[in-house]
């Protein structure tokens, strides 16, 4: 068997790994061709309403009232 320290240095690297490369997939999936085909979440600021719409538009109208509002920013 190894020490107990080697052990600990090892599961410490395999979760850095894990989480390394969850980090690197989901920069990569938000970066990439992928991020405009999701819809972004909107708020419209006159009624109210919380609706989803291509990322690719600037600003996309209410359905409910039609006022054009941005993709929120997180
Ligand atoms: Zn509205």
Excluded: K, Q
């Amino acid at each position: 068997m190894f020490p107990l320290s080697t052990g600990i240095a090892i599961v410490a690297g395999l979760g850095l790994g894990v989480i390394g490369g969850l980090w690197a997939f989901y920069e990569r999936r938000d970066r990439g061709e992928g991020a405009a085909a999701r819809p972004a979440a909107r708020h419209c600021v006159r009624c109210d309403a919380v609706y989803g719409a291509p990322r690719t538009e600037g600003s996309a109208p209410c359905p409910r009232c039609g006022h054009a509002n941005p993709a929120l920013r997180f």
